[in-house]
């Protein structure tokens, strides 16, 4: 990090991100973009409906998950929820998310730390 102190970095999401909106983390290729403390993304889910592939989990990281637009209901540990504008969620590690659905409108901020590769594992049904 000493080598970014005293820089910054002004951009637009759209212009920045890498799959699925992720702009912040260890993946980028913008040196002062780049970071393994955290990751950061803006993802729109434009209706969004379940499928075997979403169930998911990290080993190592949090995730802090903040809707800013539009309606998304999923399961976290097989327990039902539904999140609208204004509402967050956190996933410690080894939490199990699944059945992710929304709505046309649906945006949230996600923030994850550390940035790890390769921390995101299909989790047993």
Same mark, same amino acid.
């Given at each position: ?6 820089? !910054? ?8 991100? #890498? ?23 803006? #993802?729109?889910?434009? @209706?969004?409906? /379940? !499928? ?8 190592? %990281?949090?995730? +802090?998950?903040?809707v800013i637009a539009g309606t +998304?209901?999923?399961? +976290?540990?097989?327990? !039902?929820? %539904? ?9 410690? /590690?080894? !939490? ?10 649906? @945006?949230m901020i996600v923030i994850r730390? /550390?940035?790890v590769p390769g921390d995101k ?5």
């Amino acid at each position: 990090m000493d080598d970014k102190r005293r820089q !910054a970095f002004i951009g637009k999401v759209d212009a920045q991100s #890498q799959e699925r909106g992720w702009f912040f983390g260890h993946f980028m290729d913008e040196p002062l973009l780049r970071s393994d403390l955290v990751e950061v993304t803006w #993802q729109r889910l434009p @209706e969004r409906v /379940p !499928a075997d592939d979403q169930r998911h989990l990290h080993r190592q %990281t949090v995730e +802090i998950n903040v809707v800013i637009a539009g309606t +998304i209901e999923l399961r +976290i540990n097989d327990v !039902a929820h %539904t999140f609208r504008r204004g509402d967050f969620f956190v996933i410690w /590690p080894e !939490a199990v998310v699944s059945d992710v659905r929304s709505d046309a409108d649906a @945006e949230m901020i996600v923030i994850r730390a /550390p940035s790890v590769p390769g921390d995101k594992f299909p989790a047993p049904k």
